[in-house]
């Protein structure tokens, strides 16, 4: 059974730092794109980064850029997302998902209605 067990998350104050996790289950990171999609109240879903377990090629949303840094780890068939000075419009859930990686690039961060695969979702609030 295919599942992305995800954990991390929480309320942090604006300039903090959160690190999120994601750990496919029936399936290993290899020939896979992983990445997290977040959702706000009233708005649409929106592309936050991506990581191809094939080549370790990253991606990120403008609005995340240069504060978030995704990694993976093989060995744990583990993704990281490294949120750092977190705003208050970070605030979300964030969604893991992932599908096989067909060479998308950068596009995977606007696929969300194709993705076959996710997680439950957590929620990150970043307020004072």
């Known amino acids: 059974q295919v599942q992305l067990v995800e954990s991390g998350g929480g309320m942090v104050q604006p300039g903090g730092s959160l690190t999120l996790s994601c750990a496919p289950s029936?399936?290993?990171?290899?020939?896979?794109?992983i990445g997290w999609f977040r959702q706000a109240p009233g708005k649409e879903r929106e592309g936050v980064s991506c990581i191809s377990g094939s080549d370790g090629s990253t991606y990120y949303g403008d609005s995340v850029k240069g504060r978030f840094t995704i990694s993976k780890d093989n060995a744990k068939n583990t993704v990281y997302l490294q949120m750092n000075n977190l705003k208050p419009e970070d605030t979300a859930v964030y969604y893991c998902?992932?599908?096989?990686?067909?060479?998308?690039?950068?596009?995977?961060?606007?696929?969300?209605?194709?993705?076959?695969?996710w997680g439950n979702g957590t929620q990150v609030t970043v307020s004072s």
């Open positions: 998902a992932a599908e096989f990686d067909s060479g998308w690039g950068s596009s995977w961060l606007t696929r969300y209605r194709s993705m076959p695969y």
């Open positions: 029936g399936f290993s990171l290899d020939y896979h794109v």
